[in-house]
């Protein structure tokens, strides 16, 4: 994302200064087309040359429904904003919705802008993992990871079929990730690249709080990835506004055992999950770990 572009009614510049320098820090230019005064051709004449000088580099955001209207129409995507929430249904098919647009940081605009052009977010960094959104492309180190047997011992397997397992993960991204904003991501070492498992938050039907779900590569399983993962997890549970996290276990999976533990996790009771006997862990905002 090279620039966010506003095109409304009227734009000033001054309360848009704490956004400017935001976006600034991030390469990110702050730009305007003020269409009072303009007839609609030249409004559309305008945008017709914006969006293919700019491609899809610029974020648009507008006040106008015809405008987001035309925006659509030429297969571009925009950000809808309003004044009040009233305003919502003048954009009936919009996927984001703003308001008072100058109070938002620049990292809301920057993801918004990554989920029109599918690229996904890097949701943590931490001393030795990269913890982003998982892709399509992920697959096949997924069916590496998984084709070791210790690795479904206690969680569920892959699709068999490989295009159905892209295909489970291509929703997923619709219906999950965009929707949410959280799910299951995938976990890569930094120094090399090498994707090693998964980790995220869940929301499992019959559940109040939210799940936090972990599988590590065998091959790097005893290193302490794991516990990484898992804990960064948890602080992103805890900025989401999550006081409570569990998680469900075997009560054969000592290793599992060992890492909640280790981590503040208290046991809950025995619970049926998709015709499997787990143990319910959880951990509350009273535990160091999510303070």
């Known amino acids: 994302m090279k620039s966010l572009l506003f095109i409304v009614k009227q734009f000033n510049p001054y309360i848009y200064k704490d956004l400017e320098t935001d976006l600034n820090k991030k390469g990110i230019v702050l730009d305007s087309f003020v269409y009072t005064g303009f007839d609609i051709d030249e409004i559309l004449s305008k945008l017709t040359s914006v969006i293919k000088e700019s491609g899809k580099d610029t974020l648009l955001v507008t006040d106008s429904p015809e405008i987001y209207d035309y ?18 249904s003048l954009y009936p098919d919009a996927k984001y919705i703003v308001m008072k647009p ?5 990292l809301y605009y ?7 052009n599918n690229i996904p977010w890097t949701i943590a960094v931490t001393d030795r993992l990269i913890i982003r959104e998982t892709v399509e492309s992920d697959v096949e180190d997924f069916y590496r990871i998984y ?24 929703e997923y991204r619709e219906k999950v990730y965009a929707v949410q904003g959280f799910g299951i991501w995938t976990v890569i070492k930094k120094d090399d690249g ?16 939210v799940e936090v779900g972990y599988a590590i590569d065998t091959a790097f399983q005893h290193m302490g990835f794991a516990k990484e993962a898992v804990t960064e997890c948890l602080a992103i549970a805890k900025d989401l506004g999550f006081s409570r996290v569990y998680a469900l276990t075997d009560k054969e999976n000592a290793p599992s055992l060992a890492l909640l533990d280790s981590l503040g996790f208290k046991y809950e009771k025995d619970c049926v999950v998709d015709g499997r006997n787990l143990l319910k862990m959880t951990l509350n905002k009273h535990s160091h770990v999510m303070r």
């Open 194 to 209: 090498r994707i090693i498992g998964r980790a995220g938050l869940i929301t499992r039907g019959g559940f109040d709080d």
């Open 147 to 170: 084709k070791d047997p210790r690795m479904t011992r206690y969680t569920e397997k892959l699709y068999e079929n490989i295009e159905e397992e892209r295909k489970y993960i291509s």
């Open 110 to 116: 920057e993801r918004v802008w990554m989920r029109f």
């Open 102 to 106: 100058y109070e938002i940081e620049a």
């Open 71 to 88: 925006i659509r129409v030429l297969g571009h995507d925009a950000v809808a904003l309003a004044e009040k929430e009233e305003d919502f």
